[in-house]
């Protein structure tokens, strides 16, 4: 056979660094599966969704193993389809169903470009496997720029980038929990795996040029996603243009290590793909924890919709205390995981800045850097919204009061992934140092070794305890001599209190909406009858302005096409007889 | 080391009296007389022996979260620097105090949405927003700091700055964009309106508003040291001339005294600043904090690009 | 003392862009241009010709005193106080002050002095304030901001000739006149001075 066809496996550090992310994450997903599925024994096969979910892990853990591109597309295209399965498991749904082929047709666009960038990949070199590409890659010199551009477009597609995210916000509701924990933690990364195999091993690295294009993306799609969270009511929907907004992060921190690399400024680089592979673990980390918390609300309540919600400290008190430790690592408190690799991309989006010498350079890189202190602003504004709403407060309609126990297993998994958000933040400093060396090494090829933040957060994590256990000394101290006693909420003196007067998710970020309301399609309508009604909504915009023309489009072509079907075979026989005597004769002219 | 914990602890145990400092010189502005500077330490004693009372709705975060609250401003206490640096630190990352800062904002929203009450709701909606906005201006300051002194450990760029003779307009228009900046996140007037408890000027009171007793102490000894550390890093950052760098006494008694004058300078421009402009409509708040934007801007243009 | 001077500079056109009050955009032009005043003393000081000194005396006369004072009298008369409707409203203009700058001081970095920049600055800045207000008085402070950006184009590099400034600032004494007249009438024409109305004009 022509091609090269080794089955061998990819054991370099960029793909162990991802297999550990997947297995990492995916455990105590599994467990908390094994609670949750529960939930579906009436209706839906329960086998059917474990044997998905496997194939699903494999496929993931395949497509980074794979040394091969005819291999890696393979399973590529089994992690789609197994996904695909999985996010419309609750077929009965018809709303699901919709969201499902969105995803679909998604994610094989996503594969058509793949399939066209390695096919040209093979074009200019003639190989298939990995590794002999990496030898050869001068001959894909002139022509990095167009398999830059199809990686961007097929992974960037099954990442969420801006304007390829709109299944992100539809697909990951109408899944399953433990599902979307699954997709936004690791399959994600999976793509941001793909996009950094092909850019930066295969193609060797890429011209600043491209690195822009990345950079402007990354913060574009960050900026349009985390207004778009903020606007949310849904708490899955919410958490999907979240993921999303971190994955805009990614690849923008991806762009700027691309930037500094063809400018041969290689330590600024190799410590802003550390920070981006850093920020893949832990986004796979706290965001799956989010997910399995929002699960964990819908299976005790039957609800996703924020403004139904409240009050539930009382009833899951320690799935909320582990979603507080998920809210309290989204917003980059320390010492948790997101703090630690939030923190190094703003310090290499700054440290990168003074290395370069080109001044127009600096000026977009600081405009960017600004954007996404603005996002990680918005992170932190949607988390509070998403945790404090649901969870704090009484309960805003019958749903929350009346809930389900929720099973060990759930709140295992929840605090196996909360345990790791901890561990991974305090002990950031030996992690970021471990991947920056073995990135240097494996990537870059380079020897450098580097001190980041050095290891004063270990240490302040320590001071930080001791302090509070000091100060919660004093308290109990104080609370041996004076009472506590609980009372109504005073608010200002007003008694008449009903749960529907506490702030909904609607009017905690309307400030927002008013000022960036135009980005989320936001829309307030106040009608004045006998009673006050108000009414707001928001859509995804690009999804309207881009999509929907698209589709139309589509259903109209098809509309047309539908009317050569008349349901006799002999017309579908000649149909099928004058295409073969067309391509005969086409054949035979031509060749 | 010794004279780090040290300095930190007289900057904890003094930050009550610079708020009251700053209600005095407001009160004398003002034309009346005034409540004594030590009036703080005075209410944080009633309230730490008074009984505590909690709404039936709070949760586990208004259990934690003033303890937490506290802890996090000692602990950013403990970062900064006040009138000495020896500059070798390790200690210090501007990024990592930053972040610690943002705890305390972090857990003062969810306390706001934790007793179900409508005020608390709405004040932690505010500031949220209000934060959102002041994010970019952070990022900008701290860009500018670390082209300044090429890095982000704040006892080094104290000993640097403290230093340097000549100061760039850069410097200036940075300053001025910190201040800004200072003002928005300590909810000072402008913003909010830390005296009253109207329903127009809720941001910050009206999370706290079903606090009571020891955790409302806790609260109001963190925003004191707040405020103080934020005035301690301006100075430190941005006119740290005269800071003690060697462990003399003379140094050291200069460094204070320089310290003190420069602080009572700023709580008057403080004071001068809330008696003299209204409050912003909450809509207008991003735009002063634009301002501050441009004002990081154009300080980081004329830094760099220059 | 320059490196303060063009920080006061820089500083009163970021504020002045993102006012609202007629009032306070007049102080912060005062401001503006007694900073400027001041650069020309300094710099006559520095090298001792008197080019400096006769343009920092003219620039102290007209538009630190003169010209606020006249403006800030019809401000009182027709009582027009706030900017109602901006067209670009504050945080916007903000938001572009700042990227304006920026661009502005990457373009012209290999320009090595201060003032060029910060002249340009004041230049687009006037600008800003000139499309983003409705009222004819803080157009006509846009404008003269724009005019001390020109100021400090003249004092830092480009030599002109004395005469050709003292006709510019001339000119700029006489178009306030006018403008104070104009908006008079308009005043008088419209029941208001914003220049909207002006429209009303077109057949």
């Known amino acids: 056979m022509f091609l090269d066809f080794s089955f061998g496996i990819m054991k370099d550090f960029l793909s162990l660094f991802f297999i550990f992310i997947i297995i990492f994450i995916s455990i105590p997903v599994l467990i908390y599966s094994g609670g949750y599925i529960g939930e579906y024994r009436k209706n839906y096969s329960v086998k059917y969704h474990w044997s998905m979910l496997i194939l699903f892990l494999l496929s993931m853990i395949g497509v980074v193993l794979s040394s091969n591109s005819i291999l890696f597309m393979v399973f590529w295209e089994i992690m789609s389809i197994t996904s695909f399965f999985l996010v419309i498991y609750e077929y009965k749904n018809k709303e699901n169903l919709k969201s499902g082929i969105l995803y679909f047709v998604m994610t094989h666009i996503s594969g058509l470009f793949l399939m066209f960038m390695f096919g040209f990949i093979y074009k200019y070199t003639g190989q298939t496997n990995f590794i002999k590409i990496t030898q050869m890659y001068s001959n894909l010199e002139t022509h990095k720029g167009i398999i830059f551009i199809f990686a961007l477009l097929g992974f960037g597609a099954k990442a969420g980038l801006v304007p390829l995210h709109p299944w992100l916000p539809k697909a990951h509701p109408s899944a399953p929990s433990n599902i979307s924990a699954l997709m936004s933690g690791v399959m994600l990364k999976v793509a941001v795996y793909g996009f950094i195999r092909v850019v930066f091993v295969l193609l060797g690295g890429v011209s600043y040029k491209y690195g822009f294009i990345l950079l402007f993306t990354g913060t574009l799609t960050a900026l349009y996603t985390i207004i778009n969270a903020l606007l949310q009511n849904d708490i899955k929907k919410l958490l999907a243009y979240s993921s999303a ?17 063809s400018l041969k400024l290689y330590e600024s680089s190799i410590m802003a793909l550390t920070a981006g592979l850093f920020h893949c673990l832990n986004h796979g980390v706290f965001k799956s924890l989010l997910f399995t918390g929002a699960g964990s609300v819908l299976y005790a309540t039957g609800t996703k919709n924020m403004n139904e919600l409240g009050g539930l400290h009382r009833k899951i008190k320690f799935t909320s205390i582990c979603v507080l430790i998920g809210t309290a690592a989204i917003a980059a408190i320390p010492p948790l995981n997101g703090f630690a690799s939030e923190s190094l991309i703003f310090m290499s989006f700054i440290k990168s800045v003074i290395a370069i010498k080109s001044k127009a350079f600096v000026l977009m890189i600081v405009i960017c850097g600004t954007a996404l202190a603005l996002v990680a602003g918005g992170a932190i504004y949607s988390a509070v919204k998403a945790y404090g709403i649901t969870y704090l407060g009484e309960a805003r309609s019958k749903k929350a009061e009346n809930i389900h126990r929720i099973p060990i297993s759930m709140n295992v998994g929840m605090a196996i992934l909360s345990l790791y958000s901890i561990i991974l933040g305090v002990f950031s400093p030996f992690i970021i140092n471990f991947i920056s060396k073995y990135t240097a090494q494996y990537i870059f090829i380079k020897e450098y070794r580097l001190n980041f933040i050095g290891y004063e957060t270990i240490f302040i994590s320590i001071m930080f305890i001791v302090i509070i256990t000091l100060i919660t000394i004093v308290s109990r101290i104080l609370d041996r001599k004076n009472k506590t006693e609980t009372y109504e909420t005073w608010a200002c003196g007003f008694n008449n209190f009903k749960p529907n007067m506490q702030y909904s998710g609607d009017g905690y970020s309307q400030p927002a909406a008013r000022y960036f309301g135009f980005v989320g399609g936001y829309k307030k309508e106040v009608i004045i009858k006998d009673t006050i009604t108000l009414k707001q909504r928001v859509h995804d915009v690009i999804e309207r302005q881009l999509y929907n023309p698209v589709v139309d489009f589509i259903t109209f072509i098809s509309g047309r096409i539908v009317k050569i079907h008349y349901g006799k075979i002999q017309i579908y026989i000649s149909y099928i007889f004058i295409t073969l005597i067309i391509s005969v004769i086409l054949v035979l002219k031509l060749v | 080391m010794i004279i780090n914990i040290i300095q930190s602890m007289i900057l904890i145990i003094a930050a009550p009296l610079f708020s009251g400092i700053l209600k005095r010189i407001k009160a004398i502005l003002r034309g009346y007389e005034g409540a004594p500077v030590l009036q703080p330490y005075f209410d944080i004693k009633k309230l730490l022996s008074k009984e505590r009372v909690i709404s039936k709705s709070s949760s586990f975060i208004t259990t934690v979260g003033p303890i937490i609250i506290l802890s996090a401003a000692i602990l950013s206490a403990f970062l900064t620097p006040v009138f000495f640096t020896a500059g070798n630190e390790l200690i210090g990352n501007m990024f990592i105090l930053i972040f610690i800062l943002s705890i305390i904002k972090f857990f003062n929203t969810l306390i706001g949405l934790d007793c179900a009450c409508t005020f608390g709701g709405m004040g932690s909606s505010r500031e949220m927003f209000i934060y959102m906005f002041a994010e970019p201006v952070v990022f900008l300051i701290l860009a500018f700091v670390y082209f300044e002194t090429k890095s982000f450990n704040i006892y080094k760029i104290a000993k640097l700055n403290a230093v340097r003779t000549d100061i760039s307009s850069a410097h200036i228009v940075a300053a001025i964009a910190f201040l800004i900046w200072l003002i928005a996140e300590n909810a000072r007037m402008p913003v909010d309106n830390p005296e009253t408890h109207l329903e127009l000027t809720m941001v910050h009171e009206a999370m706290i508003l079903d606090i009571s007793g020891r955790d409302l102490a806790y609260i109001e000894l963190a925003s004191a040291i707040k405020l103080a550390i934020f005035l301690t890093i301006f100075i430190n950052i941005f006119l740290p001339f005269g800071m ?20 009572l300078v700023f709580l008057l421009i403080i004071a001068i600043v809330e008696i003299s402009i209204a409050k912003f409509r909450l809509f207008r708040v991003p735009e ?10 154009a300080a980081i243009s004329m830094m760099y690009f220059s | 003392m320059l490196e303060i001077l063009s920080a006061v500079i820089l500083i009163s056109a970021i504020i002045m862009s993102s006012l609202r009050r007629v009032n306070l955009l007049i102080r912060g032009f005062s401001v503006q241009s007694l900073a400027i005043s001041l650069v020309c003393f300094t710099l006559g000081f520095k090298t001792g010709e008197v080019h400096y000194y006769i343009i920092g005396a003219l620039t102290l006369l007209v538009k630190t005193l003169i010209i606020p004072i006249v403006a800030s009298k019809s401000v009182r008369e027709l009582k027009i106080n706030r900017e109602m409707k901006l067209i670009i409203d504050g945080y916007w203009s903000s938001i572009l002050t700042a990227l304006s700058i920026a661009t502005t001081y990457v373009f012209l970095d290999n320009f090595n002095n201060d003032f060029v920049k910060a002249g340009f600055v004041l230049m687009v800045l006037g600008g800003i304030i000139l499309i983003g207000r409705k009222k004819a008085i803080s157009q006509m402070i846009g404008f003269l901001v724009m005019e001390n950006g020109l100021v400090l184009f003249e004092i ?41 109305y002006l429209s009303n004009i077109k057949e």
Request: charged share 10%; glycine share 4%.
């Open chain 3, 156 to 196: 830092s590099m480009i030599k002109m000739t004395l005469i050709i400034e003292i006709l510019i600032i001339l000119e700029v004494l006489m178009l306030s006149v006018i403008m104070g007249v104009m908006v008079f009438y308009i005043n008088k024409a419209f029941d208001t001075v914003n220049t909207d």
């Open chain 2, 288 to 297: 002063l904090i634009a301002a501050s934007f441009s004002f990081a801007i």
């Open chain 2, 244 to 263: 003690a760098v060697s462990l003399s006494a003379a140094a050291l008694i200069k460094a204070v005294i320089l310290y003190l004058i420069k602080m």
């Open chain 1, 245 to 261: 907004e971190n994955i805009g992060l990614i690849f923008s921190i991806l762009g700027l290590s691309i930037i500094l690399n």
